[in-house]
């Protein structure tokens, strides 16, 4: 349109429409942002028809069903560009140019904040990652890319319509990625290789002339098939981006960069009568918590009576029907997830929410906060930065393995890591997170005693250290032996409030717990 409308010459008009594709991308993330999975899935589809039934019915400005005819070549030099063997070269320069910038944001800290974010977004901003940043991030690049070959597309063929972009060309593309193998860039050149060179081999295949086609179609498919069946994870498996960083066989005695904490004893977190409900069920009604720097404090009662959702409520991943929270004398009231990590009050999940497709270290090397890599743009324009940061957070997330004890298992993927590795895991994430407030959801349930014995030392070193630490925890022996003090909830407020050997001994409490 630019073109042939505004006579915009090569390459102006293909850099206006890679910026407005891409802020179209990034307007179209903004509500992306509250659905994931298969619905974000049907979303884009239905936009794709949408644009595609506008663009066919905007006659005046895009040719309707005829489309836009006789856009002219590229010419480089006064050379034109106006078939396959003098085409190709140009392809293959933008080829190159969109895959560095993939690779690129690919194996950056942004990218494997994707990772992260992929595997689990209440992970991600458990984190402090910042979700609506990296969708709408995302979806602009993937779109001015897209854009790339769009103008690209209309230069060699001299024509361009909206019927060219139809839902069997996005399903294409599709199983190029999943042929080729997600989470890897090489694999989605393969698997783009593979689809449009396998249909012209198949050409070589002698058949009789009236099953020919039907017979191509069969035999295609059933390769398809077989790949995927013996391949189910694409030709060339999702790896690591630790292999673009160097080994660091010891740890640093620097540690994680934290903020200063309180002298043992004052509040560093505080939740005034909190109130939620959902519906006509009363989660939390009127709770009063405080947690003191250098404490640990658990949180205990029967199960429904509203210990999970403080924790909700207490860091941004629910909202206060009333009440209010506040952070070392700063109100964080309305905050989101990562804003409240960020500040310094980081949780866990009973569910552990582990990134298993990552390493140990890759688990705690997304969590560094402030790394230059963590905006796009720095990506780009501050490499360098980036490059010396990475051996840094490297050490620093060596550090932090180390203190838990897991330096040996840094390259083992999560996923691989026994169920008591993980649990180590969970509060390595959270101390790289530099938080002061640490708030674990079970965070020992399901350990032996033997393992008990060798994270209760962790645990207390944090507090020690001047860490403000509050757990749920069913298993009154970690309680007992962990705890300063203890919060009995029942139906959404805080019955009692004292030392672990003052709740037990309570027999009324002890008949409500166990009722």
């Known amino acids: 349109i630019l073109t042939l409308k505004l006579g915009l010459p090569f390459p102006i008009d293909l850099l206006i429409g890679v910026a407005v594709t891409a802020f179209i991308g990034a307007l179209v993330a ?22 595609i039934a506008v663009a066919t019915n ?21 050379y034109a560009l106006n078939n396959p063997g003098r085409f190709l070269p140009a ?12 690779w690129r944001l690919t194996n950056s800290p942004f990218g494997r904040a994707l990772r992260a974010m992929r595997e689990n977004e209440s992970a991600a901003e458990a984190i402090g990652k910042d979700l609506l940043y990296m969708k709408v991030a995302v979806f602009a690049f993937s779109a001015g890319l897209a854009a790339v070959a769009g103008s690209l597309f209309a230069r060699y063929l001299n024509y361009v319509g909206a019927e060219s972009f139809g839902i069997e060309e996005t399903i294409y593309m599709l199983a190029m990625v999943i ?42 498919g059933v390769l398809l098939i077989a790949i995927l069946r013996l391949r189910p994870q694409g030709l060339l498996g999702e790896r690591s981006t630790m292999r673009h960083l160097p080994h660091v066989d010891g740890a640093s005695s620097h540690g994680v960069p934290m903020p200063k904490p309180l002298p043992k004893g004052e509040v560093t977190l505080s939740g005034r009568d909190l109130h939620r409900r ?9 709770f009063d918590i405080v947690l003191k720097s250098g404490s640990i404090t658990g949180l205990i009662g029967p199960n429904g009576a509203g210990k999970t959702t403080a924790f909700n409520l207490l860091t941004g991943f629910l909202s206060l029907d009333a009440g209010s929270i506040s952070f070392r004398g700063r109100d964080i009231t309305g905050l989101k997830p990562h804003d409240i990590v960020r500040a310094g009050v980081a949780r866990s999940f009973q569910d552990l929410r582990l990134f298993t497709k990552m390493t140990a270290l890759e688990n705690v090397m997304v969590a560094l ?23 840094e957070n490297l050490v620093r997330a060596r550090t932090v393995l180390d203190f838990v004890g897991l330096t040996h298992k ?19 994430r959270l101390l790289a997170t530099g938080a002061e407030v640490f708030l674990f959801d079970e965070p020992l349930s399901g350990l032996d005693r033997s393992t008990l014995a060798e994270i209760f030392p962790i645990v207390r070193k944090l507090a020690d250290g001047g860490k403000t630490i509050c757990i749920i925890e069913h298993n009154l022996d970690v309680i007992k032996e962990l705890c300063d003090v203890v919060y009995f909830l029942d139906e959404g407020h805080a019955m ?7 709740l037990m001994n309570d027999p009324a409490l002890a008949s409500r717990y166990f009722k």
């Open 410 to 428: 840094a390259y083992e993927t999560a996923e691989n890591l026994s169920y008591a590795e993980e649990k180590l895991l969970v509060v390595a």
């Open 30 to 51: 903004i509500p992306a942002i509250r659905i994931s999975g298969t619905y974000l899935v049907v979303v884009t589809l239905a936009l794709q028809v949408i644009v």
């Open 278 to 286: 959902f519906g006509g069920i009363v989660a939390v009604a009127g």
């Open 496 to 502: 009692a409030i004292g030392t672990p050997s003052q």
């Open 58 to 78: 905007w006659k005046s400005l895009t040719g309707g069903t005829d489309g836009l005819r006789g856009v002219p070549s590229l010419h480089v030099f006064g």
């Open 91 to 102: 392809a293959i320069l933008a080829l190159g140019v969109c895959f560095w910038i993939a």
């Open 369 to 391: 906060p402030g790394q230059a890599g963590d905006r796009v743009l720095d990506v780009f324009f501050r490499p360098m930065k980036i490059h010396r940061e990475g051996h």
């Open 179 to 220: 042929l080729g193998g997600t989470g890897n860039l090489w694999g989605s050149l393969i698997g783009a290789a593979v689809l449009v060179v396998l249909p012209e081999l198949l050409k070589f295949v002698t058949l009789p002339t009236e099953i020919a086609d039907k017979s191509h179609l069969i035999i295609y």
